[in-house]
């Protein structure tokens, strides 16, 4: 079953058609209200602008039309008393006509009509002011009756009703211009209001698509994830299968070592034992023969019983290497200290073992994990460490047994902490964990040299097969180890040589260049 991410390159860098078209879609809709919000803002603003103007143009009429009647007035009042002061007004209005029509042009200046009936305006009260200044200059030089003929004059009357009229006309066609507009303004706005709302009805539209394809991308996201939720169970399942599978394997695999090793062993001490005491008898029956008749064969025969003597140690360490006889007959305690006794002489190191006195409690398949995680750690800090001082511990936990082997060397690095590919380190975690139990390698107190810690449940599986496969080599080796000692006794004393080393001692006899491949066990399964 094989699982890929890759997809098409055109699928990663843009969405599909129809999601692209609908971004699209959200876009321009978006774009067509923002420019319809701002005509309508624009044309609230020129309604709002012409409200403005239009009462700025009335303001301004009444007062143009205030001006000439306040200049009518006072002038009046002048023929009344004769008091040049009622002639301010008249006086003044000239520039505040100028400026009022100044003012109304630039407000009508965009609109020719009422442009129209401004010129008319101006007109009118241009000589209507005409008419005001001929007054007061016939009443300087004829007098109040003259000017009464004047007033009474029709003309006069008229000329003002006309300007009066006129600002009428333009008020009154000012806001006719602005109700034209307004109207216009609510028909534009009505239209935009009906278009606003197809606009939100589409963008409506185009949400509910969005959502249904949301939702359809949630559902099909989260079958997808069911899937490979469900994918991820069975692999979870066929790993957990396949690693039960791998430690039974693994359990039977170091199960048919041990058996192996002590099969080898037991032939060896057997097959080869009494064929080397057969041999080690006749040898000893020829020389005692040829000594006086042949003594220069009998000193070529002296040396063949040195070699078998050298060949019986040989496979006495060899029997040793592969099932330590102390340990199926004198128990875990003794070799551990035996084998630490040994490795301290090989190494020249100093190497204190504190063994509790309940270690010998521990089963086969305990005792021979331990013994193994042993022997493969001080094998390791005499290749490596370059320690000087090694500390092992073995003690009786509540729940079963702690070993803990510590060295003041070089120490291990931080890499092959994290992540050990060393057969020797993999080897003693797998012992450990097969029997239910943990290992771990660590820096020493204080960062100094290595630690080694392992823990063996008591309730770990000892192994009947186990126990009775080494009950029978030690049964073996016992019952064969008389008749082996007797005839290598007879041969040493023909020979004249020193006794043999015993088992526990055998490692001394090789030379000291290699201590780590010929004395110690090399690393085991």
Known sequence: MVFTTAADE?????????????CLMCVVLL???GVFLTRNLDDLRSANALQVQTAKVSDELQYLNLIVTDAESSLRGYFLSGDEVYLGPLRSASQQIDKQMRSLGGLLRDTPSQAKNLHQLRTLVDKKFGLLQQSLGVYREGGLNDIVAIAASPDDRAQMDEIRLQVVIMTREQNELLATRTAEFYQQYRHAVVFGVGINAAAIIVLLLFYKMIKRAFCMRLLAERALQRTN?????????????LSVLSRHLIKVSEEEKSRLARELHDE????????????????EQLRTSHPELASTLGRAKRTLVDTVQLKRRIIENLRPSLLDNMGLSAALQTYCADYARITSLDCDALIDAEADAAGPMQAIALFRITQEALN?????????TVIVNLTREPDGWGLEISDDGVGIPQDALAGSTSHGLLGMRERAFLLGGTLVVERGVNGVGTCVRAV??????????????AGA?????TGTTTVAAVALS?????AALPPPLSPSSALEAEPMAKPASRHLNAPHP
Do not use: F, W
């Not at 055109?10 to 609908?22: A, M, N, V």
């Not at 069975?234 to 599978?245: M, Y």
């Not at 034992?273 to 020389?287: H, K």
């Not at 063996?456 to 097969?465: L, R, T, V, Y």
């Open 473 to 477: 080599l030690t049964a073996t080796m």
């Open 456 to 469: 063996i449940p008591a309730a770990a599986p000892g192994g009947s097969e186990e126990a009775g496969v």
């Open 380 to 388: 390791n800090i005499a290749k490596y460490a370059k320690a000087r």
């Open 31 to 33: 774009v067509v209200n």
């Open 272 to 287: 080869m034992g009494a064929n080397l005491t057969a041999i080690g008898m006749d040898l000893s029956t020829v020389s």
């Open 10 to 22: 055109q699928s990663i860098r843009s969405l599909p058609l129809h999601k692209t078209l609908l």
């Open 490 to 494: 007879c041969v040493q004393a023909e």
């Open 233 to 245: 169970d069975g692999l979870e399942e066929i790993v957990a299968e396949r690693t039960a599978q």
